[in-house]
């Protein structure tokens, strides 16, 4: 399994890196700070799954909607520091697989890696 993680903060990408790692430590994890750096990876590799830290709700909605189009499988879990309606309701428009309030623990990222939209072929 391939699991893309974003997070613009060094910090909170490490600790996301960390927690997903620890539900899927087979997986192959890869970290970004940019959103090109996502794209053009997703762009020459399939990855199964997208965790995306939303820092500037527009930003990461749109951004989202270029790693669908660049994939349409790919599974995307918003992770969110807070429960802002309206950024969920948009995020299940656009179909995402799931979404995250901190604070959460590995145990909520098995869950979520669980319960795809679109299974990947190991979710270990």
Avoid: C
């Avoid at 993680?5 to 997986?27: G, N, Q, S």
């Avoid at 995306?52 to 499988?73: D, M, V, W």
């Avoid at 428009?93 to 072929?121: C, H, T, W």
């Amino acid at each position: 399994m391939r699991i893309i993680v974003y997070a613009r903060d060094w910090f909170e990408l490490w600790r996301l890196k960390r927690k997903v790692h620890k539900a899927a430590p087979r997986a192959e994890i890869k970290s970004f700070r940019t959103h090109a750096g996502a794209l053009s990876y997703t762009s020459v590799s399939t990855a199964d799954a997208a965790f995306i830290e939303t820092a500037e709700h527009a930003k990461e909605e749109i951004f989202a909607g270029q790693l669908q189009r660049i994939n349409p499988r790919i599974n995307i879990i918003f992770v969110s520091a807070e429960a802002d309606g309206y950024f969920m309701a948009n995020a299940f428009k656009m179909f995402a697989s799931g979404y995250l309030i901190k604070p959460f623990g590995a145990r909520d990222v098995a869950g979520e890696l669980q319960n795809l939209r679109y299974p990947a072929p190991d979710t270990s």
